[in-house]
């Protein structure tokens, strides 16, 4: 199983970003998916999570209203539009899968924050300047 993120870059405040995770065709079709970030010396954070039909979707409050998550199953893609970026939102950010029992896409949040989703790529960094 690969997860390949990519769309990283560095922006000044305000502006924007797309981040893109490329993932199987089984985790495209079936999985719950999201994003999560981590900058160094702070906690790791469920950013956005959403279920393999997009019907349930949810946001970080930091977050909400400024990122959009989505994906594209058959192009086996994840997306992250990230707008209004600002400071605090420089990390690392991550794309994650899961498919436990009973798993919804805020149970995702939590599951991303404490660092063990089933399947996690490699990262791509963010960073907004002032």
């Known amino acids: 199983v690969h997860l390949v993120e990519s769309g990283g870059g560095s922006v000044q405040t305000g502006g924007s970003l797309r981040l893109s995770c490329v993932v199987s065709e089984e985790i495209a079709s079936t999985y719950y998916m999201g994003w999560f970030r981590q900058a160094p010396g702070l906690e790791r954070e469920g950013v956005a999570a959403?279920?393999?039909?997009?019907?349930?979707?949810r946001y970080a409050d930091s977050v909400r209203g400024r990122f959009t998550i989505s994906r594209e199953n058959a192009k086996t893609t994840l997306y992250l539009q990230m707008n209004s970026l600002k400071p605090e939102d420089t990390a690392m950010y991550y794309c994650a899968a899961d498919l436990r029992p009973s798993l919804t896409a805020l149970r995702l949040l939590g599951v991303m924050r404490r660092g063990d989703p089933a399947y996690r790529g490699q990262g791509t960094q963010v960073t907004v300047s002032s």
């Open positions: 959403m279920d393999s039909g997009g019907k349930d979707i």
